[in-house]
């Protein structure tokens, strides 16, 4: 049999399997805990079915760090499902209510905050801002998280590049940073238009409705990667 | 700061951290998924997914969370999810992963985001129109696919989790 997981892999297998078997044999959780046991078993065999199945492994640098430079998209985004976990029951115990990630409705309320410094009135009388309350609240500051998070992580692994205009957009469309900008502008307006009436993006609706198996969800992001294959195979065919 | 901007904060910087170093704010990431030629953006999301299903299910069977569906509103949610489809394509970033951009030093993202929160304060003003056009076309509710199917959750989140797997395999697979 040949061996698919690292020793770094390996480690973090059989610590966290022995802690998530301990809770249950304490009583501090229910049965769950015993999903301990494969990650025990394959962290002692270094050997995983999963890896295997999908054809990954974890035994080389290469093998985790897929894309270049990066981490692997397989386990920064079981880590983004682990944060989803959390960051739900954080805000069910702290705020009363559970709240799921997401991020558009963040653009409402600085569009809002924009307007209420022309015309607090009109902000005051406007139905949609009455219904989505112009504040700083939860989701804002995680939009506002998010910009420091991908800044913090770039600056401290050298990827951080200032970038004016895509290279795959320079290829096809020239290096103009007004087309770009133009573009970019205009995409905007028409996505935004689109996450406010489908009520929500990739983020709320991709990745948090569909955790929750939601029907709209389902809907939306099958639309979300429909339109955008046509629109972008239209602008990225070749001549 | 409040504990719920505290709590935000936090949320968003592991979030964009994450986000970064699955280099899944590029442009060209975006594009690459759009265009079915890179599927690193599959990969995250699917994986995000398959942990976060099943650890949701379990909180909610242990009555520590409740689930806020969005809206099935036929309308909207069709007409929505086109426009936002187009939109995304034009502008090459959705809505998380622009702020994200910026933070990574891809600038240009930032006329996306303006460009966005024009969208959305012309969505505001435009909201009665909608509300008794689009929006009124018929609406099923806050509905769950396992309500929708009468299918246990966990039966439905295994079958997806399987079926995303058996993608990741396919993407290995085929070098995408």
Known sequence: MNTNIGSLDRQIRILSGIILLALPLMNMVGPWGWIGVPLIVTG????????????????????????????????????????????????????????????STTFVRAAGFAVQGVDPVHVAENAYYLK???????????????????????????????????????????PSIVYRA??????GIIAMMGARLADGCPSGHGLSGMMQLSVSSFVALALFF??????????YRKI | MSTE??????????????LQKARVL?????????????MTIFKFMLSAIIVGMFGIMALVDLNLITLIHKSMNMGGVILGGALFGIGWAVMGFCPGTSIGAIGEGRWHAIFGVLGMVVGAGLYAEMYPFYKVTVLSWGDF??????????????????????LFIWLFRMFERKGL
């Not at chain 1, 133009?182 to 995409?187: N, V």
């Not at chain 1, 429909?226 to 972008?232: P, Y």
């Not at chain 2, 901007?5 to 994450?18: H, N």
């Open chain 2, 141 to 162: 509710g806050k509905i769950g696919l396992p309500e929708a199917l009468a299918v246990n959750h966990w039966v439905i989140a295994s079958v997806l989790a399987v």
């Open chain 1, 226 to 235: 429909g339109f955008g294959a046509i629109v972008a195979n239209l602008m």
């Open chain 1, 182 to 187: 133009l573009s970019s502008f205009i995409g």
């Open chain 1, 44 to 103: 002692v065999y270094k050997f995983c079915p999963l890896y295997s199945f999908i054809g990954v492994n974890s035994c080389s640098i290469e093998g985790v760090v897929k894309n270049a430079d990066g981490w692997s998209p397989y386990i920064a985004g079981a880590l983004v499902g682990v944060l989803a976990i959390a960051s739900v029951y954080l805000t069910t115990v702290y705020m009363g209510k559970s709240t799921y990630i997401g991020a």
């Open chain 2, 26 to 38: 590029r442009y060209e990431k975006q594009i690459g998924a759009l265009l079915f030629k890179d």
């Open chain 2, 5 to 18: 901007q505290l709590l935000g904060i936090c949320t968003g910087i592991i979030f964009g951290f994450l």
């Open chain 1, 132 to 174: 989505e309350r112009v504040k700083l609240d939860w989701q804002f500051l995680l939009v506002i998280g998010i910009f420091f998070g991908a800044l913090l992580s770039s600056t401290t692994d050298k990827s951080f590049k200032l970038e004016s205009v895509p290279d795959i957009w320079r290829d096809q469309f020239g």
